[in-house]
């Protein structure tokens, strides 16, 4: 009978009678240290031997256990290999219940022991668990602040910090500077940007004066991040305050260094300084491997392969993003977010290199639309938004984009990122006009565009460099054929001026296009032809697939040149897009 007490007379009476009755019973047949042992592992959620010596400081408390065996119902194997158990919830309940009314100050020194235990083998949200337990709010802050606050998302991934903080009452947060700080880091995390700001902004009410040079430290960081994710137009303005503090190495360690440093790069990125933004991602990845942050590496991966994109570098691009992808899957599966940004850059480049297919639209939006609701920035926004309409364009699937466009669009405006809402605008008009839908706009929709791009100085204004870019592609009817040549031709001297090497590709098959339309067709086949050999060594196939005429154009161009031998390679890479182009658009 006592080898399962519980099982048949739970059923239809009250459970908190028979675990009073039970409890009473096992331990009435128990020795007075063994009961100690069972009032004392109650209050773990789960136990070891280890952990049951260390909480009952004794070398041998584990051996108790032996004297339980005709209990075994009621004490719960947690694995195959017999290391890890727990009570059965009834009775520890009752257990517990007991201790404290015999000695509340026992109960709150098991749990605090068991914190300790937790706290030495650097497992912070089970440390935090039983401090919190014990309602020691003081050394819950101690120990996530010791864990690196902030930094424990970079060490140890979103969810610890999440789930420590998940402990606390929001008092005890709001009481302490660096504990509100570390939640605004966690919530830009999230996506969820205002909170972020009024948390940081409250924090500076709750600073303690022993604690304000480190406070100051973890806010200056958190600050330069929500900037990033609001994507203001003060922001590199900003930075040049921020970054004469974080320069001195004694004020940031190398984490704090690394955050700071790959921050900096967006900012390159934002303002096509691709140079720069190489140059700081190569101190980035110096800084986060001397912390030893696998997170902080892997978002310099992120960012190597953004760049590398940018100039048109797809085997250096492919290279990051795989490395990106791969880490995020072996150390951060859990926090799907950091692997979603991977992907958008990831399904980007498939795109500029024609690898997707139709079947990929749907998945890629999938993942945009995590990066929007999660964690990304303006860049991943922007660069993703593009190749995703391209994607669209190369299958001929009119209509996808547009849901695309109403959720960014939407997104845009409730988080002010007016950057990124007037690259969706112009990206939404250029795709309609493209379709031969112009009459469904105003002419005075597309005369905002033009004269955005006319007005536009990249010295004045850099961060919009892609909105002009792509606003030079939108044409008007009330304009002449010189006058959108000309505004062509601008903007690829910009692009190449900064080395922004996709969007030269995407311009001149744009150029390309027109010359054909307008009758050129010699000379367009003339410059398509010189383009299609730039684009061999990246295997750059994408831009050339999403409009029908270049396709129809490189057809003729490998007719002209299928009887010459010295042309093997370009003939090679033009089987390769009219392959593609097959696969893309069957019914073409």
């Known amino acids: 009978k006592r080898a399962r007490p519980l099982e048949p007379i739970l059923t239809g009476v009250d459970g908190g009678l028979i675990a009073s009755y039970l409890t009473e019973q096992v331990l009435s047949a128990l020795g007075k240290e063994t009961q100690e042992l069972l009032l004392t592992v109650a209050f773990l959620e789960r136990f070891n031997p280890e952990l049951t010596n260390y909480v009952m400081d004794s070398s041998d408390a584990w051996s108790r256990i032996d004297s339980l065996a005709s209990f075994a119902a009621l004490i719960v194997p947690l694995d195959s290999k017999g290391g890890w158990y727990r009570l059965h919830h009834l009775f520890a309940e009752y257990l517990r219940e007991m201790q404290m009314r015999r000695n509340q100050l026992r109960a709150k020194e098991i749990l605090s022991r068991a914190s300790e235990w937790?706290?030495?083998?650097?497992?912070?949200?089970?440390?935090?668990?039983?401090?919190?337990?014990?309602?020691?709010?003081?050394?819950?802050?101690?120990?996530?602040?010791?864990?690196?606050?902030?930094?424990?998302?970079?060490?140890?991934?979103?969810?610890?910090?999440?789930?420590?903080?998940?402990?606390?009452?929001?008092?005890?947060?709001?009481?302490?500077?660096?504990?509100?700080?570390?939640?605004?880091?966690?919530?830009?995390?999230?996506?969820?940007?205002?909170?972020?700001?009024?948390?940081?902004?409250?924090?500076?009410?709750?600073?303690?004066?022993?604690?304000?040079?480190?406070?100051?430290?973890?806010?200056?960081?958190?600050?330069?991040?929500?900037?990033?994710?609001?994507?203001?137009?003060?922001?590199?303005?900003?930075?040049?305050?921020?970054?004469?503090?974080?320069?001195?190495?004694?004020?940031?360690?190398?984490?704090?260094?690394?955050?700071?440093?790959?921050?900096?790069?967006?900012?390159?990125?934002?303002?096509?300084?691709?140079?720069?933004?190489?140059?700081?991602?190569?101190?980035?990845?110096?800084?986060?491997?001397q912390s030893g942050s696998v997170l902080g590496l892997n978002y310099c991966y992120i960012h190597a392969a953004h760049i590398a994109l940018y100039r048109g570098d797809l085997t250096t691009a492919a290279a990051n993003v795989e490395r990106a992808i791969k880490m995020a899957d072996e150390n951060f599966g859990s926090d799907s977010g950091l692997k979603a940004v991977?992907?958008?850059?990831?399904?980007?480049?498939?795109?500029?290199?024609?690898?997707?297919?139709?079947?990929?639209?749907?998945?890629?939006?999938?993942?945009?639309?995590?990066?929007?609701?999660?964690?990304?920035?303006a860049e991943i926004y922007i660069t993703g938004l593009n190749a995703l309409i391209m994607l669209a364009q190369q299958c001929g699937d009119h209509q996808a984009p547009f849901d695309t466009f109403a959720k960014i669009r939407i997104f845009a405006e409730h988080r002010g990122l007016y950057r990124l809402e007037r690259f969706c605008s112009f990206q939404e008009l250029a795709h309609v006009t493209r379709e031969r839908e112009f009459l469904r706009h105003t002419k005075a929709t597309t005369a905002g565009a033009l004269r955005f791009a006319d007005a536009y100085n990249f010295d004045h204004d850099p961060r919009n460099w892609q909105s002009y870019l792509l606003a030079s592609t939108i044409p008007d009817v009330s304009e002449s054929e010189q006058e959108k040549t000309q505004r062509l031709a601008d903007a690829i001297a910009l692009a190449e001026k900064v080395r922004a090497g996709l969007w030269q590709f995407s311009l001149k098959t744009t150029n390309i296009m027109r010359m054909s339309g307008n009758g050129h067709n010699d000379v367009a086949k003339q410059e398509l032809l010189a383009l299609l050999k730039a684009a061999i060594p990246s295997r750059l196939m994408g831009p050339f697939l999403s409009e029908e005429s270049i396709v129809r154009l490189i057809g003729e161009i490998r007719s002209e040149l299928r009887q010459n031998e010295e042309e093997l390679i370009t003939l090679q890479f033009i089987d390769g897009i009219l392959e593609r182009a097959r696969v893309l658009r069957p019914s073409k």
């Not at 880091?185 to 409250?202: N, Q, S, T």
């Not at 480049?349 to 639209?361: F, I, K, P, Q, V």
Request: with cysteine.
């Open 342 to 377: 991977a992907s958008v850059l990831d399904y980007s480049l498939r795109t500029w290199r024609g690898e997707c297919a139709a079947d990929d639209l749907e998945p890629f939006k999938t993942v945009l639309f995590h990066t929007i609701d999660n964690d990304g920035w």
């Open 118 to 289: 937790y706290s030495e083998r650097k497992q912070v949200v089970e440390a935090v668990r039983y401090a919190a337990m014990a309602e020691d709010y003081s050394e819950c802050e101690r120990l996530i602040l010791e864990a690196g606050g902030w930094k424990i998302i970079l060490h140890e991934g979103i969810s610890v910090l999440r789930n420590a903080l998940r402990l606390l009452p929001d008092d005890v947060i709001a009481k302490s500077a660096r504990l509100m700080i570390a939640r605004a880091y966690l919530h830009c995390k999230y996506g969820e940007i205002p909170e972020a700001r009024a948390m940081l902004d409250a924090s500076a009410q709750a600073v303690k004066p022993d604690d304000r040079e480190l406070a100051d430290t973890d806010r200056l960081v958190v600050e330069s991040t929500i900037n990033l994710y609001e994507d203001r137009l003060k922001w590199s303005d900003e930075y040049k305050r921020i970054r004469k503090y974080y320069n001195e190495e004694e004020y940031l360690d190398p984490l704090g260094q690394g955050t700071m440093r790959c921050e900096e790069v967006l900012i390159h990125m934002s303002r096509a300084e691709f140079e720069q933004a190489g140059l700081c991602v190569r101190d980035a990845f110096a800084k986060m491997r």
